[in-house]
């Protein structure tokens, strides 16, 4: 059974930081883009970054490059988001999916509980 996990979350003030995880089981993180997605009260669920399988590459969205950074460790099967000098605007619940956008995570249709990413002013 394909599986996604997301641990880390918490409450932070701003400026601080936090790594969250993203433990996979039923098959390896390497073999897929992994993407980080967030959503907010109201919004859209909305792509943060993605880890490109094909050759290492990664993506972001403007609002967070240069804060975070995506990094993966296939030996534990797990991809990581590490968020570095936090906004209240970064206050979301955070999943992690296969596929770099919401279209392609869908159609795979393997998401997580997510984890709640609150940082206050």
């Known amino acids: 059974e394909v599986q996604l996990v997301e641990s880390g979350g918490g409450l932070v003030q701003a400026g601080g930081s936090l790594r969250l995880s993203c433990a996979a089981s039923?098959?390896?993180?390497?073999?897929?883009?992994i993407g980080w997605f967030r959503q907010a009260p109201g919004l859209v669920r909305e792509e943060v970054s993605c880890?490109?399988?094909?050759?290492?590459?990664?993506e972001y969205r403007d609002s967070v490059k240069g804060r975070f950074t995506i990094s993966s460790d296939n030996a534990k099967n797990t991809v990581y988001l590490q968020m570095n000098s936090l906004k209240p605007e970064d206050t979301a619940v955070y999943y992690c999916?296969?596929?770099?956008?919401?279209?392609?995570?869908?159609?795979?249709?393997?998401w997580g509980q997510g984890t709640q990413v609150t940082v206050s002013s």
């Open positions: 999916a296969r596929g770099c956008n919401t279209d392609v995570a869908n159609i795979f249709g393997t």
């Open positions: 039923g098959f390896s993180v390497g073999d897929d883009d």
């Open positions: 880890l490109i399988s094909r050759d290492g590459s990664t």
